[in-house]
């Protein structure tokens, strides 16, 4: 899982790399990362990755029951 220094560390890529707007989304995306755990205790990562990993659960039960496996 990603931490904030990681998210920092693409803005900073997306500086060197000459695309600004990828660096200030990115560092913007740590800085509100960062935000919501100090003030409310609230892991973004830890929300977020639960809905990015569900997908490919979803996709192998409907292989599963296409092929009659449920």
Same mark, same amino acid.
């Not at 899982?1 to 060197?16: A, E, L, Y």
């Not at 990828?22 to 800085?31: E, I």
């Given at each position: 899982?990603?931490?904030?220094? /990681?998210?920092?560390d /693409?803005?900073?890529?997306g500086?060197?790399?000459?695309h600004?707007?990828?660096?200030? *989304?990115?560092?913007?995306l740590a *800085?509100?990362a960062?935000?919501?755990?100090?003030?409310?205790?609230?892991? *973004?990562g830890c929300?977020?990755y639960? *809905?990015?990993?569900?997908?490919s659960q979803?996709?192998s #039960?409907?292989? /599963?029951?296409? #092929?009659?496996?449920?």
């Amino acid at each position: 899982m990603p931490s904030s220094t /990681d998210q920092v560390d /693409d803005g900073v890529v997306g500086f060197v790399a000459g695309h600004p707007l990828l660096g200030l *989304l990115a560092t913007g995306l740590a *800085l509100v990362a960062a935000l919501l755990n100090a003030a409310f205790g609230m892991c *973004l990562g830890c929300r977020l990755y639960p *809905l990015v990993s569900q997908p490919s659960q979803i996709a192998s #039960n409907r292989k /599963d029951f296409v #092929n009659g496996s449920l």
